[in-house]
Antibody, heavy 123, light 107 residues
Framework: EVQLLESGGGLVQPGGSLRLSCAAS????????MSWVRQAPGKGLEWVSA????????YYADSVKGRFTISRDNSKNTLYLQMNSLRAEDTAVYYC????????????????WGQGTMVTVSS | DIQMTQSPSSLSASVGDRVTITCRAS??????LNWYQQKPGKAPKLLIY???NLQSGVPSSFSGSGSGTDFTLTISSLQPEDFATYYC?????????FGGGTKVEIK
């Protein structure tokens, strides 16, 4: 059974940093691209970032480029999102999501999602 | 960036109704269009990928169509468990944008 378990969310002050983790199990993690998608309270979904299966290619939304860094450790089956210079508008539930197809590039069709971790940026 | 516009933003329907949701891309995206269902407090669920392909385990009452810029999600006979918010998402080019969502409510 595919499982994605996010952690690392919490309350942080504007300008602060946070690192999210997503522990994956039940599939060959190193063969699939992964993404982070967020949802502000009461709002729609926003794709944040994606990383290829090997970690060599990364993609970012303009709203987080230069502040967030996606990475992965395939030996630990874990996806990360390092978030720096956080702003109030970064407040959201952050989901990690698995690409549907493996052994290729980033296709951003998300067939499995985690339960999400809440990030609140406030003073 | 490619903008995804869904309509309507909300609708009220009864069990058994046929429901159609539309999604329009600001530029041509071939068939790189996916549909998700989200219930309150839950993660989204993939329904349709590549415009018209039903994800494994999804009821056949869901179907998708379209290519280029105009796409539709159809629920042929609305069931109680289908009341949710639906999102389209383009996977054609980065940033991989979502539509604003369509909330399907009980009439």
């Amino acid at each position: 059974e595919v499982q994605l378990l996010e952690s690392g969310g919490g309350l942080v002050q504007p300008g602060g940093s946070l690192r999210l983790s997503c522990a994956a199990s039940g599939f060959a993690f190193s063969s699939y691209a992964m993404s982070w998608v967020r949802q502000a309270p009461g709002k729609g979904l926003e794709w944040v970032s994606a990383v290829s299966s090997g970690g060599g290619s990364t993609y970012y939304a303009d709203s987080v480029k230069g502040r967030f860094t996606i990475s992965r450790d395939n030996s630990k089956n874990t996806l990360y999102l390092q978030m720096n210079s956080l702003r109030a508008e970064d407040t959201a539930v952050y989901y990690c999501a698995k690409d549907q197809a493996g052994h290729g590039g980033v296709i951003v069709i998300f067939d499995y999602w985690g339960q999400g971790t809440m990030v609140t940026v406030s003073s | 960036d490619i903008q995804m516009t869904q309509s309507p933003s909300s609708l009220s329907a009864s069990v058994g109704d046929r429901v159609t949701i539309t999604c329009r891309a600001s530029q041509r995206i071939s068939s790189y269009l996916n549909w998700y269902q989200q219930k309150p407090g839950k993660a989204p669920k993939l329904l349709i990928y590549a415009a018209s392909n039903l994800q494994s385990g999804v009821p056949s009452s869901f179907s998708g169509s379209g290519s280029g810029t105009d796409f539709t999600l159809t629920i042929s006979s609305l069931q109680p468990e289908d009341f949710a918010t639906y999102y389209c998402q383009q996977s054609y080019s980065t940033p991989f944008t979502f539509g604003g969502g369509t909330k399907v409510e009980i009439k």
